[in-house]
């Protein structure tokens, strides 16, 4: 599924040296992307497929990142909890990051999703994800990243340490 986006001239040696790049493999492919937010401040991020890579791979974080469809019932569901989540870990986000991604709108590459919502975590330093195998409920995402981050854990002050 492979796309690729012609912007040259219409005449017979742009399109020559487009085909000729298409053959020979080097032509580069088109991802879609919805527009960068004007501003991400709120507790879970907004990804989008240009800001990815400064996002989740490069940013030196720990990243959750849920894979989700404007229309699915089951992401609607998790929404709350999913924010709740976020907002609950926010003292850590100097090492973390909870982030959400419109898979409908945008495309990562390398990265497959079969349904929604899906969830991934990317350990800093690290663009391999590992699939989110946790309960979805606000507990059960703050305890699965307890043991699954790349950082020592440490619990907020006043915040009772079993969720």
């Known amino acids: 599924m492979s796309k690729f986006v012609y912007s040259g001239a219409i005449d017979q040696e742009s399109l020559g040296a487009y085909l000729t790049s298409f053959e020979a493999g ?8 919805a527009s960068t937010p004007a501003t991400n401040d709120e507790p879970v991020k907004v990804v ?4 990815f890579a400064d996002i989740v791979t490069n940013s030196g974080k720990d990243v ?5 469809a404007p229309w699915c019932g ?9 924010d709740e ?20 709108e945008n495309e990562v590459p390398g990265i497959s999703v079969q349904g929604f919502p899906t969830l ?3 350990k800093a330093g690290n663009p391999e994800a590992i ?3 946790g309960a ?3 507990e059960g995402i703050v305890e699965w990243l307890k043991k699954n981050v790349s950082f020592e854990w440490v619990e907020a002050v006043g915040q009772e340490s079993d969720l």
Not at 28 to 33: D, T
């Open 26 to 33: 080097t032509l580069e492919r088109s991802f879609k992307s």
């Open 48 to 51: 989008v497929g240009e800001n």
């Open 64 to 68: 959750l990142l849920e894979f989700y």
């Open 74 to 82: 089951h992401c609607k569901t998790l929404a709350p909890k999913y």
């Open 85 to 104: 989540a976020a907002k609950k870990l926010l003292y850590l986000s100097d090492r973390l990051t909870i982030a959400k991604i419109d898979a409908t």
């Open 120 to 122: 991934k975590f990317f």
């Open 131 to 133: 699939e989110y195998d």
């Open 136 to 138: 979805r409920e606000t």
